[in-house]
């Protein structure tokens, strides 16, 4: 339920009506008259309620029951919205104002009465998220049926799953092309090295990044940063590290660095035909050199073998990237997908029904309690 259901409003009046069965409900006291009150002067009668605290939890109770119920009612049988176009902040402006020329010229006045929402994942956007389609699946309970949605978008506003769920609602979606400046973003990875050989190592990441066409960007330094956490620490000294020093891997020359540790390497199928071993410590996963071998910083092919596979340990798997289409309405139920997660929806209302039943059993314990 969205309060974006102006209609939802319309209920909040009834709020009144348990404070006027209250007020309706208050005992009067009996009056009596005494000989001697005639020689005081005459004066209005007054009367003064006094609100037990019994009686303001009741109050508050059936309010919060009330609430409770005109939500889950306007969330259900109440669809406000129509024709909607969706235009991300991360689109070029010019692109989207040549989209809404076009959109104008082919449609004509189809579109002219469509609410325009603006989506980014700020809070100064109508619609805050960065994942317009998953964003799409979870709401469209809040349109009414035979809506419209055309969404003009980048290739930043999330991915596409390999199965897409099944909308309730007519989806164009047009994404605009990457710019230069999109497809040269880099990625920034930090590392860490305290070894005699900096420069080399330095001169080693750098091959890799001029290869990888600058996507990414290896940050090397020799000293530690704990405001910087460093993906990667390579350290080639047999002094053990401080406990400040703490990192996802560590590719270590000298086992003493971590002798409490190192009695549990073990060798894995990957790692074996690179000579090294690996175990856990407190400071992070351990890679360690056999003390037959080096580290490639001289041997390109040693040294792609090593790099792909510390690169394996950090990718995940992605989704597809945004591409445009045209999904048309269905009726069919929506598809359970994990990357859309519109049984959402379904639990909200599960939780407004509970706690109706749940404020519903507070107000009879209450009740009775206010009477006893």
């Known amino acids: 339920m969205s309060l974006l259901f102006t209609w939802w409003w319309v209920g909040l009046p009834l709020l009144a009506l348990p404070v006027w069965w209250h007020r309706q409900r208050r005992q009067q006291l009996?009056?009596?008259?005494?000989?001697?009150?005639?020689?005081?002067?005459?004066?209005?009668?007054?009367?003064?309620?006094?609100?037990?605290?019994?009686?303001?939890?009741l109050l508050a109770v059936r309010l919060?029951?009330?609430?409770?119920?005109?939500?889950?009612?306007?969330?259900?049988?109440?669809?406000?919205?129509?024709?909607?176009?969706?235009?991300?902040?991360?689109?070029?402006?010019?692109?989207v104002q040549q989209q809404l020329t076009q959109l104008a010229k082919e449609e004509g006045t189809k579109w002219s009465s469509a609410t325009i929402e603006n989506v980014c994942s700020s809070p100064s956007c109508s619609v805050q998220t960065d994942q317009i389609l998953s964003w799409l699946a979870l709401h469209q309970h809040e349109w009414k049926i035979g809506s419209r949605w055309l969404v003009l978008a980048s290739a930043k506003d999330g991915q596409m799953s390999a199965s897409l769920p099944k909308f309730e609602h007519a989806l164009e979606l047009r994404v605009a092309p990457s710019s230069r400046q999109d497809?040269?973003?880099?990625?920034?990875?930090?590392?860490?090295?305290?070894s005699a050989r900096f420069s080399d190592w330095q001169a080693w990441f750098k091959v890799f990044e001029q290869t990888l066409d600058g996507q990414l960007h290896f940050e090397v330094r020799e000293q530690?940063?704990?405001n910087i956490p460093a993906s990667l620490v390579i350290w080639e000294s047999a002094l053990a590290p401080t406990s400040e020093w703490r990192a996802p891997l560590w590719w270590v020359s000298e086992a003493s660095a971590f002798s409490s540790s190192s009695k549990e390497a073990k060798e894995t199928e990957v790692l074996s035909e690179l000579g090294l071993q690996t175990f856990d410590s407190s400071q992070g996963r351990v890679w360690l050199?056999?003390?037959?071998?080096?580290?490639?910083?001289?041997?390109?092919?040693?040294?792609?073998?090593?790099?792909?596979?510390?690169?394996?340990?950090q990718n995940r798997p992605q989704g597809f990237p945004l591409q445009a289409m045209s999904v048309p309405a269905s009726t069919a139920e929506i598809s359970s997908v994990s990357d859309f997660p519109v049984e959402k929806k379904a639990?909200?209302?599960?939780?407004?029904?509970?706690?109706?039943l749940s404020l519903f059993c507070l107000e009879r314990i209450v009740n009775h309690a206010r009477r006893t």
Do not use: H
Not at 183 to 194: G, L
């Open 289 to 313: 050199k056999s003390t037959k071998v080096d580290w490639p910083l001289y041997d390109m092919a040693g040294a792609k073998r090593l790099f792909e596979a510390w690169r394996s340990l």
């Open 30 to 57: 009996s009056a009596k008259f005494l000989a001697t009150a005639r020689f005081l002067a005459q004066t209005d009668p007054r009367l003064q309620t006094v609100w037990r605290w019994r009686q303001l939890l």
């Open 64 to 95: 919060l029951i009330l609430v409770c119920l005109l939500a889950l009612v306007a969330g259900i049988f109440y669809r406000g919205r129509s024709d909607t176009i969706f235009i991300s902040q991360n689109a070029d402006k010019n692109w």
């Open 347 to 356: 639990n909200l209302d599960r939780y407004w029904i509970f706690a109706l």
């Open 224 to 226: 530690w940063d704990r």
């Open 183 to 194: 497809k040269s973003a880099q990625v920034t990875i930090p590392i860490v090295v305290k």
